[in-house]
Nanobody, 115 residues
Framework: QVRLVESGGGSVQSGGSLRLSCAAS????????GAWYRQVLGKERDLVAQ???????VYEDAVKGRFTISRDWPKNTIYLQMNSLKPEDTAAYYC?????????WGRGTQVTVSP
């Protein structure tokens, strides 16, 4: 059974930083990669950053240069380092992994950025 557990959310002022973590069990990020999405209440869940098993990364345009997705394969964990945070980054952030044709989600962690 695949399980994704996020941590690291919180409240910061504009310009601050946070690092999100997503620990996986039941599958390996090193083979399947992983991603971070975010969702504002009432809106769709959007891709923020993705990392493949080969280490290639993709970012939403709005976060390029500010956010960095990375991984620690021995810990089977992916991270999202978020710098220069803006109020518009406020959202629930979800970890995602695809494994054997299915998509798995963590429960999410809230990030709130005040002006």
């Amino acid at each position: 059974q695949v399980r994704l557990v996020e941590s690291g959310g919180g409240s910061v002022q504009s310009g601050g930083s946070l690092r999100l973590s997503c620990a996986a069990s039941g599958m390996m990020f090193s083979r399947n990669g992983g991603a971070w999405y975010r969702q504002v209440l009432g809106k769709e869940r959007d891709l923020v950053a993705q990392i493949t098993g080969d280490g290639n990364t993709v970012y939403e345009d709005a976060v390029k240069g500010r956010f960095t997705i990375s991984r620690d394969w021995p810990k089977n964990t992916i991270y999202l380092q978020m710098n220069s945070l803006k109020p518009e980054d406020t959202a629930a952030y979800y970890c995602n992994a695809r494994f054997r044709g299915a998509s798995y989600w963590g429960r999410g962690t809230q990030v709130t950025v005040s002006p």
